[in-house]
């Protein structure tokens, strides 16, 4: 099978998979389901990705991909780190309050393997703060930022951005944000963090 023919019945199986997670739930969904909402095999799904699980970690990958890919190039090509985190400050924000990222946080709640919990700190954080934080050494490097530690920069940075609107939209506590909010909030995230680390 050609690559993009694969990569287009994977983005089919990856959209029935969150329309069943969204209203059955983690545990409410079978690969049978799934298979049959994507009018694909079972077959097919088992082949591919071994089991529920394997399909719902490809899921948290494929949702995680676009911010690493815009820091490691922002970092490899020696971009200014101000305007990189405010490139970069509303793509993660988007991606952590988004529907996908909200269903897949509550499907590793559900997961009692704690494997889905894994995969999303594997993908996510575990990914994208050392990338941060190396972004925040080569500011301190340069002159343009001050802190005590390019650590201690990333974690403002996003304690600045996030808070605690990821929990609160996985809790049901808040809506899915618009484009216009998520600039706003990235915006003032950017500002506060201007007034406590520019150099």
Known sequence: MRDDMKAARQERIEEAAYRLVRSRGYSGVSML????????????????????????????????????AALDRAI????????????VGPVLLAMLLGERAVLLNR??????????GETIAAGGREAVFPMIEALMGKGMEAGTLAAPSAGAAAEWFLALLIGDQQIRRVIGAMPEPSPADIETRAAAAMT????LCAA
């Open 107 to 116: 499907a590793a709640a559900a997961d009692e393997t704690g494997e889905l």
């Open 76 to 87: 490899s090509e020696g971009a200014d780190p101000l305007t990189t985190l405010s490139e």
């Open 33 to 68: 389901a799934i298979a049959r909402e994507a009018r694909a095999s079972n077959e097919t799904l088992y082949r591919w990705y071994g089991d529920k699980r394997g399909l719902f970690k490809a899921m948290v990958e494929t949702n995680a991909r676009r911010t690493p």
């Open 192 to 195: 506060a963090f201007r007034r």
